[in-house]
């Protein structure tokens, strides 16, 4: 899984802010063309073609990968690389085996699933047990006005509301994705 750009272009001075400017990345979605989901907070993983999962991991500049661990893309911004550990290696292996038993997976399903539960960052999605979410069936959210003040009052609506990390857009072709998070906002 690639990085999924963010929606406003960060703040140079503070990064984990963003600024009232558009990702000129992202500008399909005021264009009208996506369709906003909820974005869920846990651990980003991936069952391949081939049966295998895979969890997400970022290895930072300097930094030895962890063994099969393969690359995806570099962040040009921070160095950082995105790519892929088998599971059965990850930090999160015993919770993967416990959400892959606790979720009902249709036959010959492929793809990423987010890995929520109590030991997964602190469980913001209040799961009970350790659960997979097909990022493919993420629920839609409204986002009435997609101007920096409509989205940011409709992402901390929805975060105040469940918890909910963030909204991610996804367009009608599969390739693209735009992405905010509540914390992303300045205060």
């Known amino acids: 899984m690639r990085k999924i750009p963010t929606l406003f272009r960060r703040d140079p001075d503070d990064r984990a802010r963003v600024l009232p400017e558009t990702n000129p990345a992202c500008q399909w ?4 063309e996506g369709v906003a989901t909820r974005k869920f907070d846990g651990t980003c993983v991936m069952l391949d073609e081939q049966g295998e999962w895979w969890a997400r991991r970022e290895v930072k500049p300097g930094k030895t990968p962890p063994p099969n661990y393969v690359p995806v893309e570099t ?3 921070t160095g950082k690389t995105m790519g892929w550990e088998p599971v059965g290696q990850s930090a999160f292996a015993k919770f993967h085996a416990e959400a892959v038993a606790n979720t009902a997976l249709p036959e010959g399903v492929t793809g990423t699933f987010e890995l929520v539960g109590p030991k997964i960052n602190g469980n913001p999605e209040r799961a009970e047990g350790h659960r997979l979410v097909r990022h493919a069936t993420a629920l839609p959210v409204d986002v009435p006005e997609l101007t920096f003040d409509g989205i940011r009052a409709a992402v901390l609506a929805l975060a105040a509301a469940d918890g909910c990390e963030g909204v991610v857009w996804h ?3 599969g390739v693209r994705f735009a992405k905010i998070k509540a914390r992303d906002f300045p205060a």
Do not use: L, R, S
């Open 29 to 32: 979605v005021f264009d009208g």
């Open 75 to 77: 962040d040009q911004a």
């Open 171 to 173: 367009h009608p072709d």
